[in-house]
């Protein structure tokens, strides 16, 4: 590719298929100039909706789980989706609303760089680890661990601004007629890329720049 492009990502820290991506996401972006803009797109906000979406915690843990399996069978890093783990936890499955909040906080402080990996923190966390990522001690641990300054990540964490940033990227995915995640969508040229290994990414992103005009 000869010119940059912007990729919109949208994800939730609880999407199994969204730690895919990252991380493919993480290989083309050494390789070519990508600019990746993250987009939280919280796919249920409270215990009240998962409920709702899910029926109880242990068919959500289920179902989801199901998901998971699906997910670590074409994973580059199989390895970090721990099934069982997650099913001996002790909480609930948790909502992506509070870890959400934690990113957007990150990207107050350090830009879509921290954004990112804070994203990747708290997936591993939760993936690998079969941590609670809706809560929030989880999520300062995390926030520590990728060199944020606690007091600076807890004040911008609880600023409602930050909770309006996550609002701001539903209506954003609103405009794009984004209702499913992973989505990745190329800014410059409104490509819809189709989720799959990074050969596929690759070449679907070398598609988008040949679309751009030549400088």
Not at 17 to 24: A, G
Not at 33 to 40: F, G, K, M, V
Not at 80 to 92: E, G, K, N, S, T
Not at 101 to 110: L, P, V
Request: charge should be neutral; glycine fraction near 4%; hydrophobic fraction near 45%.
């Amino acid at each position: 590719m000869t010119r940059p492009l912007t990729v919109d990502f949208f994800h939730d820290v609880v999407c199994c298929w969204c730690f895919n991506i990252s991380s493919r996401l993480r290989t083309l972006a050494a390789e070519v100039d990508l600019d990746i803009r993250h987009r939280t797109f919280v796919l249920q906000a409270s215990p009240a909706e998962m409920a709702e979406r899910w029926g109880s915690a242990a068919e959500a843990r289920t179902t989801i789980l199901g998901h998971w399996s699906a997910c670590r069978e074409v994973s580059d890093r199989p390895e970090l989706v721990d099934i069982a783990a997650m099913a001996r936890a002790p909480f609930d499955y948790p909502h992506g609303m509070t870890a959400a909040r934690a990113c957007k906080a990150a990207e107050r402080i350090g830009g879509q760089a921290a954004h990112w990996d804070m994203f990747d923190r708290l997936q591993h966390a939760h993936l690998a680890l079969a941590r609670n990522v809706a809560d929030p001690q989880v999520l300062a641990e995390a926030a520590r661990d990728i060199g944020l300054e606690p007091g600076a990540y807890a004040r911008a964490f609880a600023d409602p601004a930050t909770a309006r940033a996550v609002e701001a990227d539903r209506q954003h995915a609103r405009r794009l007629q984004v209702r499913a995640i992973p989505a990745l969508v190329v800014r410059e040229t409104g490509t819809r890329l189709v989720n799959g290994p990074v050969h596929d990414l690759r070449a679907q992103l070398r598609s988008a720049a040949r679309l751009l005009p030549q400088m």
